[in-house]
């Protein structure tokens, strides 16, 4: 047996080695949850050129993209802040800087705050205020609603949860026409009916995970079965709402058939999920992050195809 000295029982434990500065700012970029926010820029650029009919002016581009970023980031940081409990429960979610201590509570809290009074000022003072009490609207919501209520609670969180993320589609719009219109709600419904499947596929990749953290997502709670004819019953309705935006907003020709294109293949897709689960597939074997990755490149390219429609009318 080993017998310390009372000098060595004594001594303080070797301090940590203090973390560098850019360690310290990759912490809190990953907060905001960067790739989701490039999901949202995604829908966020697109609809600036379809208010503007044209390019859009830039510094009022910029600025919406700017602050919209904050915004978004305010948001995930905020949700980071109240679901550190839960993340070290996930594999998916166990290296998020909270979870890790890589950043104290106090300091994620303070962050989130502080990003969305910039945010909140920053679009007043560049846009308009209609831009402005949007992007408040959806953190609020994404927080109090989502994050604190909805999420823990019952098997349709993300549904209506899911309309915090629908709010950039109206911040861009509002950004340019300082007014709401049709336009912009067609595109919200699209985004509104894509998230749940887009979702719902991922949280059955990583069912364990969200059980593990006792979060009622649908593929936790339900059947596979059931889970993949909602998937489907979402997706036809994000098709057919995508298709809204021809006649509603006087679009090309160009726009309706790459809407087309895009739909049937993301209704091939989910149909071949619910085929695998006919042939007896389950689980892993199901393979629903087919599904997943190809709702993410299918939202990108359709809204792709709404920048570039105003420039060829």
């Known amino acids: 047996m080993t017998v ?3 000098r060595q029982a004594t001594a303080p ?3 940590e080695a203090p973390r560098s500065i850019l360690a310290v700012v990759k912490a809190y970029v990953a907060l905001t949850k960067p790739r989701v926010i490039e999901l949202l820029l995604i829908t ?3 609809v600036m050129f379809l208010a503007a009919g044209d390019l859009p002016p830039l510094w009022t581009a910029l600025s919406v993209m700017v602050f919209g970023t904050l915004s978004a980031g305010s948001a995930n940081a905020l949700n980071c802040y109240i679901d550190r409990d ?4 996930m594999r998916r979610t166990r290296r998020r800087p909270l979870a890790r201590h890589q950043v104290t509570p106090r300091a994620a809290l303070i962050f989130g705050v502080v990003l969305g009074i910039l945010s909140t000022v920053g679009l007043w003072v560049t846009t308009n205020w209609l831009a402005a009490a949007l992007s408040t609207a959806a953190i609020l919501f994404y927080v109090f609603v989502y994050s604190l209520v909805l999420k823990r609670r019952t098997s349709q969180n993300i549904v209506w949860g899911g309309l915090a993320g629908c709010m950039p589609v109206m911040i861009g719009w509002a950004g340019i026409t300082g007014r709401l219109d049709w336009t912009p709600l067609v595109l919200f419904g699209v985004v509104f009916f894509w998230t749940p499947p887009h979702t719902w596929t991922l949280a059955m990749r990583y069912k364990e995970d969200y059980a593990a953290a006792s979060i009622p997502m649908l593929p936790v709670v339900a059947t596979e079965r059931r889970v993949v004819r909602e998937s489907i019953a979402y997706t036809w309705a994000t098709v057919a709402c995508s298709l809204l935006l021809w006649p509603v907003a006087g679009t090309t020709l160009m726009y309706p058939v790459v809407a087309v294109l895009l739909g049937l293949m993301c209704l091939w897709e989910v ?5 695998r689960l006919n042939d007896g597939k389950t689980g892993v074997d199901l393979r629903p992050m087919r599904f997943f990755h190809w709702s993410n490149a299918y939202l990108a390219l359709l809204f792709l195809a709404v920048a570039i429609d105003p420039l060829l009318a």
């Open 4 to 6: 310390l000295t009372n």
């Open 13 to 15: 434990a070797p301090a």
């Open 44 to 46: 966020t650029l697109p």
């Open 86 to 89: 839960i993340d070290v429960k």
């Open 271 to 275: 149909y071949r999920l619910l085929a």
